[in-house]
């Protein structure tokens, strides 16, 4: 009897059973089959996903030699060449293989040490762009998030009219990202919406201002910051873009960050004496000898910070007067390692360390370590 048999028989054997008992052994050959072909299933999947890999893990560093090569080597390639060079490679261009090239050009990008202009050129052959729109479009939040931040890493500045309307979207998250992608991308005044950044700024916020801030400055693009340091009510923003002010050297901005020495909040009046500092704003140095002894403890290190980088050796007698009334341990090392490397007719250090005592003067000899001096 063959197995064809044997199941007809059990299939009329399980006819002769109570309806209730048919039905639980049809559940359970639906469930047996179900699982096995989920099973199947899996398996298959696993081992198309290894082969994947594998193949993945085989043409990497070929594709790597190849866009090295059309990045920093002397011959220009045309965009037929490039294109024709990756399928050599890769196959038949599908989406997962242009993710693929995306990926490695990132990785040339930003682990070589080697500048280049062409990665227009590889974006151009494989159709990139196309690519990132059709992501940017039709795909859920956190995949346009990811998308609107390969944009800014391949500086495609040609989408930054795909970037506009999700620079008003509704998911809070998606906004900030396209508003940064817009400061990144856009030449038409990328900086329009600083004045609608609301609620505190997050560290990952500043992080990405300051980069893209960085690249505008880099290309002598970076506009005056001044304006929105005056007429911003946002704290928040305000004190980022003072601390912007002082890094990027924007000495058209001074007499705004005077201003805000005399701010109600703390914050801002630390962030501007410690930006003045920055631009060597010497002609300020007695407005803020003046203000030191009437302020909080944050802006008072603020001040000293900032007359050590003046150094102008005018504020020696402010020195010994400002540490002779410090009250905090932090202060007093502050002034202390000012005072060591000070401009001025005698050593200042010396005559304060001379002065000193028990625990203070512990904090001179740490400052006069090597470990300490550098910090």
Same mark, same amino acid.
């Given at each position: 009897m063959n197995i064809l048999d044997q199941l007809i028989e059990? /299939? /009329?054997? &399980?006819?002769?059973?109570?309806?209730?008992?048919?039905?639980? &052994?049809?559940?359970i050959i639906f469930s047996v089959s179900l699982i096995i072909?989920?099973?199947? /299933?899996?398996?298959i999947m696993r081992i198309s996903h290894q082969k994947e890999v594998k193949q993945k893990k085989q043409i990497r560093p070929k594709i790597t030699r190849l866009f090295e090569e059309i990045l920093f080597q002397n011959k220009i390639y045309e965009t037929d060449e490039i294109y024709e060079k990756y399928i050599a490679i890769v196959g038949k261009l599908n989406p997962k293989k242009i993710k693929l090239a995306i990926d490695i050009l990132l990785q040339v990008k930003f682990n070589s040490s080697k500048k280049s202009d062409r990665y227009i050129n590889i974006v151009n052959a494989l159709d990139i762009e196309n690519y990132l729109e059709k992501k940017l479009n039709f795909s859920r939040g956190a995949t346009k998030?990811?998308?609107?931040?390969?944009?800014?890493?391949?500086? @495609?500045?040609? @989408?930054?009219?795909?970037?506009?309307?999700?620079t008003y979207s509704k998911n809070e998250e998606?906004?900030?990202?396209?508003?940064?992608? +817009?400061? +990144?991308?856009?030449?038409?005044?990328? /900086?329009?919406?600083?004045?609608?950044?609301?609620?505190?700024?997050?560290?990952?916020?500043?992080?990405?201002?300051?980069?893209?801030? !960085? &690249? +505008?400055?880099?290309?002598?693009?970076? #506009?005056?910051?001044?304006?929105? &340091?005056?007429?911003?009510?946002?704290?928040?923003?305000?004190i980022f873009l003072i601390k912007a002010a002082g890094l990027f050297e924007q000495q058209d901005t001074k007499e705004v960050l005077f201003t805000k020495i005399n701010s109600i909040n703390h914050k801002v009046r630390t962030q501007a004496y410690d930006s003045l500092g920055k631009l060597k704003? #010497?002609?300020?140095?007695?407005?803020?000898?003046?203000k030191f002894f009437t302020e909080r403890e944050e802006c008072q290190l603020a001040i000293i910070k900032s007359i050590g980088i003046l150094n102008t050796g005018n504020a020696t007698n402010f020195l010994k007067k400002a540490y002779e009334s410090a009250?905090?341990?932090?202060? !007093? !090392?502050?002034?202390?390692?000012?005072s060591y490397t000070y401009k001025s007719n005698y050593n200042l250090f010396e005559e304060l360390k001379s002065a000193q005592n028990g625990f203070d003067k512990t904090i001179f000899q740490h400052i006069e370590t090597q470990l300490i001096k550098f910090k």
């Open positions: 059990l /299939y /009329y054997e &399980i006819k002769t059973f109570a309806p209730i008992i048919q039905a639980v &052994i049809a559940c072909t989920m099973f199947t /299933y899996l398996f998030m990811k998308t609107l931040q390969m944009l800014q890493q391949l500086d @495609l500045r040609s @989408l930054d009219t795909k970037v506009l309307p999700y998606l906004k900030r990202e396209a508003r940064f992608s +817009h400061l +990144h991308l856009s030449d038409n005044d990328p /900086y329009r919406f600083l004045d609608e950044i609301s609620g505190d700024l997050t560290y990952w916020d500043e992080i990405n201002l300051l980069k893209f801030l !960085k &690249i +505008h400055n880099e290309k002598n693009q970076l #506009s005056n910051l001044g304006k929105w &340091i005056n007429y911003s009510e946002n704290t928040s923003l305000t704003a #010497s002609e300020y140095e007695s407005t803020f000898i003046e009250k905090s341990v932090t202060l !007093k !090392k502050e002034i202390a390692l000012v």
